[in-house]
C-alpha cells in the first residue's frame, strides 16, 4: 500500500450534489502523489452523509451531529492526516486533473513556503480573483461602505482586494482563497490550526497572517486551477452575517488588541448608520417598507449585539 502523501480534508454541509461533484473531480485522476480523502460531513439535514458514504466507501467521512462551522470542522478533518502535506478543500470546487499535485510539488521544491493555493475558476472558465491582502484598519473603516466611493477609501479597497492583480500569474500573495490550499501536516500542527474563535470567517486570514509573521511565505500557483461555485457554501445560511462581524471583531481584537475592537465597534456603528439612512432614502415614498426594513435592521442589531 502505497504512504499517503496528500490529505484532503472536505468539509460539508448540506451540499449534498456540490459535495459528490467535489469527490467526482478527486476520484477521476490518479494522482501522482497519493493522496486520502476525509470528509467531515458538519450535521447535514440533506442527506449528504449518506450519499457520501453510498458513492465513495473509500473516504473516511465523519458524521457530526450539528453544524460545528469551518475552522473547528476543518481542524477535526485535519487531525487525522496522514499524509505529510494537508489541503483543505470546499465541498463547492472541482479540482481540475493535476491541480493539487502541483501544489505538492512546489511546497516540496521550495521549502521557504508553508502555502500553496490554486487558480479558482467559474464553472464558465473565467478567473476568480480572490486573493486578498492583509486587511488594515483603513480596511475595515472603508469596505462596504461609503467610503469606498471616493479617494482614499477606493485606495483602501482596491489595495485589499488586489485589483492590481490579474490572477492569471503566479506571485507570492498576503492571503490567497481559503477554498482550497496545501500546506506541510507538521507546520498546521505547530501552528495549531484554524483559530476556532474565528468559526466561519477570517480563520483564513488569520492563518496566513500567522504563518508571515513566522517568516514563512505563501504562493499563488496559478498553473493549478480549482473550479469554484462562489458561496455555495455559506450562501444558505441565516445567521452568516452577524458570523461575519462576530468574527471580524475577534480578528482584528486578536491582532491589535483593544484598540482593534473598538475600531470596528465604530465602524459597525457607521455602518449601521449608513444603512438605516438608505433604507429611509430608497423608501421615502413607502413608509410601511421602511418601517419592515428598519426594523429587520434593528433585529440584526439585537442579535449582533448579543452574540
Same mark, same amino acid.
Given at each position: 500500500?502505497?504512504?499517503?502523501?496528500?490529505?484532503?480534508?472536505?468539509?460539508?454541509?448540506?451540499?449534498?450534489?456540490?459535495?459528490?461533484?467535489?469527490?467526482?473531480?478527486?476520484?477521476?485522476?490518479?494522482?501522482?502523489?497519493?493522496?486520502?480523502?476525509?470528509?467531515?460531513?458538519?450535521?447535514?439535514?440533506?442527506?449528504?452523509?449518506?450519499?457520501?458514504?453510498?458513492?465513495?466507501?473509500?473516504? *473516511?467521512? @465523519?458524521?457530526?451531529? $450539528?453544524?460545528? %462551522?469551518?475552522?473547528?470542522? &476543518?481542524?477535526?478533518?485535519?487531525? !487525522?492526516?496522514?499524509?505529510?502535506?494537508?489541503?483543505?478543500?470546499?465541498?463547492?470546487?472541482?479540482?481540475?486533473?493535476?491541480?493539487?499535485?502541483?501544489?505538492?510539488?512546489?511546497?516540496?521544491?521550495?521549502?521557504?513556503?508553508?502555502?500553496?493555493?490554486?487558480?479558482?475558476?467559474?464553472?464558465?472558465?473565467?478567473?476568480?480573483?480572490?486573493?486578498?491582502?492583509?486587511?488594515?484598519?483603513?480596511?475595515?473603516?472603508?469596505?462596504?461602505?461609503?467610503?469606498?466611493?471616493?479617494?482614499?477609501?477606493?485606495?483602501?479597497?482596491?489595495?485589499?482586494?488586489?485589483?492590481?492583480?490579474?490572477?492569471?500569474?503566479?506571485?507570492?500573495?498576503?492571503?490567497?482563497?481559503?477554498?482550497?490550499?496545501?500546506?506541510?501536516?507538521?507546520?498546521? *500542527?505547530? @501552528?495549531?490550526?484554524? $483559530?476556532?474563535? %474565528?468559526?466561519?470567517?477570517? &480563520?483564513?486570514?488569520?492563518?496566513? !497572517?500567522?504563518?508571515?509573521?513566522?517568516?514563512?511565505?505563501?504562493?499563488?500557483?496559478?498553473?493549478?486551477?480549482?473550479?469554484?461555485?462562489?458561496?455555495?457554501?455559506?450562501?444558505?445560511?441565516?445567521?452568516?452575517?452577524?458570523?461575519?462581524?462576530?468574527?471580524?471583531?475577534?480578528?482584528?481584537?486578536?491582532?491589535?488588541?483593544?484598540?482593534?475592537?473598538?475600531?470596528?465597534?465604530?465602524?459597525?456603528?457607521?455602518?449601521?448608520?449608513?444603512?438605516?439612512?438608505?433604507?429611509?432614502?430608497?423608501?421615502?415614498?413607502?413608509?410601511?417598507?421602511?418601517?419592515?426594513?428598519?426594523?429587520?435592521?434593528?433585529?440584526?442589531?439585537?442579535?449582533?449585539?448579543?452574540?
Amino acid at each position: 500500500m502505497s504512504t499517503v502523501e496528500l490529505s484532503v480534508v472536505v468539509l460539508s454541509w448540506n451540499t449534498k450534489d456540490l459535495t459528490l461533484a467535489c469527490l467526482r473531480a478527486l476520484f477521476a485522476e490518479t494522482p501522482a502523489h497519493a493522496r486520502e480523502v476525509i470528509v467531515v460531513d458538519n450535521g447535514s439535514a440533506d442527506g449528504s452523509a449518506d450519499a457520501i458514504a453510498a458513492a465513495f466507501p473509500q473516504v *473516511r467521512l @465523519l458524521r457530526n451531529p $450539528d453544524n460545528r %462551522l469551518y475552522a473547528a470542522g &476543518n481542524n477535526q478533518g485535519a487531525a !487525522l492526516a496522514k499524509g505529510e502535506f494537508v489541503c483543505t478543500l470546499n465541498s463547492d470546487t472541482e479540482v481540475r486533473a493535476g491541480a493539487l499535485d502541483r501544489l505538492v510539488d512546489f511546497l516540496r521544491a521550495h521549502p521557504d513556503y508553508g502555502i500553496a493555493a490554486p487558480r479558482l475558476s467559474d464553472p464558465d472558465g473565467s478567473v476568480q480573483h480572490a486573493c486578498q491582502r492583509f486587511p488594515t484598519l483603513g480596511t475595515a473603516l472603508c469596505f462596504d461602505s461609503f467610503w469606498s466611493t471616493f479617494w482614499p477609501g477606493s485606495r483602501s479597497v482596491a489595495r485589499y482586494l488586489m485589483r492590481d492583480f490579474d490572477h492569471v500569474h503566479s506571485c507570492d500573495v498576503d492571503q490567497p482563497p481559503g477554498a482550497c490550499w496545501v500546506l506541510r501536516t507538521a507546520e498546521w *500542527r505547530q @501552528l495549531g490550526g484554524f $483559530d476556532e474563535v %474565528l468559526s466561519l470567517f477570517y &480563520n483564513d486570514v488569520d492563518l496566513c !497572517l500567522r504563518l508571515r509573521r513566522a517568516g514563512r511565505r505563501i504562493r499563488y500557483v496559478a498553473e493549478a486551477e480549482v473550479m469554484h461555485h462562489r458561496g455555495a457554501s455559506t450562501k444558505n445560511f441565516a445567521r452568516m452575517l452577524v458570523l461575519w462581524h462576530k468574527n471580524r471583531s475577534a480578528y482584528y481584537g486578536k491582532h491589535w488588541g483593544l484598540l482593534g475592537r473598538l475600531w470596528i465597534r465604530g465602524c459597525v456603528r457607521l455602518r449601521i448608520w449608513e444603512e438605516w439612512w438608505k433604507i429611509g432614502r430608497r423608501n421615502r415614498h413607502d413608509p410601511g417598507r421602511k418601517k419592515a426594513e428598519r426594523d429587520h435592521l434593528a433585529n440584526a442589531v439585537k442579535e449582533l449585539r448579543a452574540s
